[in-house]
């Protein structure tokens, strides 16, 4: 079974507008990643967010981490059309081995 | 620089029949991970190689292994094809092992199963 769950399955916003993605998980981890995948194609790494980090930045990306909470947050300031993709949270655990993926938020940007 | 090819991109095969997907990662990459990704879900963990060895294993059944070779590239075997294996398959490679790290994704294989 997976690990993170993201909420909501599916968000649809205006151009210009901030898009906030959330991830739940259940079990310690190491870190967090958000990804972005475009029509089912490959995916495209956003940012990773260490378990004894709380918040990182990457241009308009914002993640934030609660470990208390096992919960994370991908905010998306100023959206635009060409952010529309489905949007991924991994997780990396304590084994050496797997990063679990969630099922993923689908984001439709309207122009 | 080129980024992970994976090859080929769209494969149809017909149950029972045995199908190879061949993964080359980024330049100076040494681990490769495969993933399936039914339509509608996240990827699953199938495997992860580092230096030629696994290093990690997914819950799917022995009906898939897969290899790594000297030069960091990487094959995928799935036998005895069942329509459920039907999936994008994607490989991701890092410049190490583990999971501590940025993983860069090819654009997949697309395996039909008929």
């Known amino acids: 079974s997976q690990q993170g769950e993201e909420d909501p399955q599916a968000l649809s916003i205006q151009e210009g507008e901030n898009a906030t993605m959330n991830c739940s998980y259940k079990?310690?981890?190491?870190?967090l990643q958000w990804y972005r995948q475009n029509s089912g194609r490959g995916l495209v790494h956003l940012i990773l967010i260490r378990s004894n980090e709380r918040e990182k930045h990457s241009g308009r990306l914002r993640v934030t981490l609660d470990t208390s909470k096992k919960s994370s947050s991908l905010l998306i300031t100023a959206s635009r059309a060409a952010d529309t993709a489905s949007y991924f949270c991994a997780t990396g655990g304590t084994s050496y081995d797997k990063v679990i993926f969630g099922p993923g938020t689908s984001l439709s940007v309207i122009p | 620089d080129a980024g992970v090819t994976q090859s080929p991109t769209h494969l149809i095969k017909t149950r029972g029949q045995q199908v190879t997907l061949r993964c080359s990662p980024i330049?100076?990459?040494?681990?490769v991970s495969w993933y399936q990704q039914v339509l509608g879900q996240g990827p699953q963990f199938i495997f992860q190689?580092?230096?030629?060895?696994?290093?990690g294993r997914g819950n799917f059944p022995d009906r898939f292994s897969a290899r790594q070779f000297p030069n960091y590239s990487s094959e995928l075997n799935v036998n005895a094809l069942l329509l459920g294996d039907s999936a994008l398959y994607l490989c991701?490679?890092?410049?190490?092992?583990?999971?501590?790290?940025?993983?860069?994704f090819g654009q997949g294989t697309r395996l039909t199963v008929v």
């Open positions: 330049s100076g990459h040494k681990s």
């Open positions: 079990t310690s981890i190491n870190n």
């Open positions: 190689y580092y230096e030629k060895e696994e290093r």
């Open positions: 991701a490679s890092s410049p190490r092992g583990g999971v501590n790290t940025e993983a860069f």
